[in-house]
């Protein structure tokens, strides 16, 4: 596959008037898209949301003028949670959806992602055929006046969203009595989140509502739960959810103020579904992160786990292949491909809720679903030029294989974007994992 200049993991992200985030660049990018995706006689259409941050009204418009002057109509929505994006591309039929956010990052940050017409993220053949023409000759994509796009904004996009995400929700089933902390990390579901779990009856305590374009994300949502865990607990609260700040990932936290990661999550609606017989795949898709312990509980109940590189993008290609219907990433990201194409917060602790309430437990005892072996990560920045080939580096990471062997696991992945190499281990022994992750992460920042 050829070097990407622009696209990373997920689309284009960087700092704010930096690099690949100028306005200039959103405007070529619009092009570029525009160009690819406009083909054949339709009218063409493409879906705009945007998170809170001030700099999107910088770059919603510059991207707008690129796929106005390249023949496709802009249906502008605003700040709107990028599952949103990913349902009204379908619901629209639109050609192509771009969410402006940079997620959990802080608001000096922003990005660009695509949505094809099918909901889904696009490939990476696809982006690279954006890539190509992003800095080259736009002559020949520039409409003259009569096949210019034109722009709208759909005031209803938020209540489309609001009663997608109600009807991820059994019929019959409300949340009537149950008091619900939401932190929307001041990001982009800080209206629908609050009145989606209103309008299925809870009684709802909003955090992170009040975006000024600057705190998306600062001290509050899914990166920092505590201010939502306090919250619970003064409240007497029967369940926390904190969002990102695009509300494509959450956390959870039970009554006592608990934290509940993505693995937990994911192993609650993985066994609801699989007793109600609606789970597709015979387990679920996660990442080499998940830990051992729900690969043990899956495993015990005749389910299975998938793994694949870190990456919500990733797990989505394996489920879409293996016809899995679960899936996700221990931070946060849960994928429900029956009603979703990309994760969605909301929804997953919709589904996490429904189970509370039809089992009649208190979120402490559902959300417990497995005892965590003991995992420990640590990054480690690097000086040498290829630590992994170093002989002692070599060495320290063969010896703590044969230790983990048959009973844990370690994981060494190389950023792809700092010099830093994560060091993962996991296993039954809470000394062993401590002491070859750092025994290996010495090596690695000793190596020259």
């Known amino acids: 596959m050829s070097k990407r200049k622009y696209f990373g993991t997920d689309g284009i992200r960087g700092r704010v008037n930096e690099g690949h985030m100028t306005p200039d660049v959103a405007l070529r990018v619009g092009l570029a898209a525009g160009k690819a995706f406009v083909r054949g006689d339709h009218v063409h259409r493409v879906v705009i949301g945007k998170d809170t941050r001030r700099s999107g009204y910088m770059y919603e418009p510059a991207l707008a003028s690129g796929f106005v002057a390249a023949g496709m109509d802009v249906i502008l929505v605003g700040p709107m949670p990028t599952p949103a994006i990913a349902m009204l591309v379908k619901s629209l039929r639109a050609d192509l959806g771009v969410m402006i956010s940079a997620s959990h990052n802080p608001h000096d940050d922003n990005g660009i992602k695509f949505f094809g017409p099918d909901g889904y993220k696009l490939s990476d053949e696809q982006e690279l055929a954006i890539e190509a023409m992003i800095d080259g000759d736009t002559s020949d994509i520039l409409q003259p006046s009569l096949t210019l796009g034109h722009a709208r904004r759909l005031d209803d996009a938020g209540g489309r969203y609001v009663e997608f995400a109600k009807a991820t929700v059994p019929a019959g089933v409300t949340f009537d009595g149950l008091k619900v902390v939401v932190d929307c990390a001041n990001g982009a579901a800080y209206k629908v989140a609050p009145t989606v779990l209103w309008e299925l009856g809870a009684d709802v305590i909003p955090m992170g509502v009040s975006p000024n374009g600057y705190n998306i994300n600062a001290e509050c949502g899914s990166t920092h739960p505590e201010a939502m865990c306090e919250r619970v607990r003064k409240e007497g609260a029967d369940i926390g959810i904190a969002l990102d700040g695009d509300a494509d990932r959450l956390i959870l936290c039970d009554e006592n103020g608990k934290i509940v990661d993505g693995d937990q999550i994911m192993a609650l609606i993985t066994r609801n579904w699989a007793r109600r017989g609606i789970l597709k795949g015979g387990g679920l ?44 990433e221990q931070s946060g990201h849960v994928v429900l491909s029956d009603f979703t194409t990309t994760g969605d917060g909301l929804v997953s602790a919709l589904q996490v809720m429904t ?94």
């Open 285 to 328: 898709v996660a990442t080499v992160m998940s830990n051992l312990g729900l690969e043990r509980l899956l495993k015990s109940e005749g389910l299975t786990l998938e793994r694949t590189a870190v990456g919500d993008r990733y797990v989505v290609e394996r489920m879409r292949a293996g016809g899995f219907n679960v899936g996700g």
């Open 355 to 448: 189970e509370i309430v039809q089992s009649g437990q208190k979120a402490s005892v559902a959300c417990k679903q497995f005892e965590a072996v003991p995992q420990l990560l640590k990054s480690v920045r690097y000086k040498a030029a290829d630590p992994l080939s170093d002989a002692k580096v070599t060495a320290a990471i063969k010896a703590a294989e044969a230790e983990l062997n048959g009973s844990g696991r370690l994981l060494i992945r190389k950023s792809g974007t700092e010099p830093v190499i994560r060091v993962m281990a996991e296993g039954d022994d809470d000394a062993l994992v401590a002491r070859v992750v750092h025994t290996i992460a010495d090596e690695i920042e000793a190596a020259r």
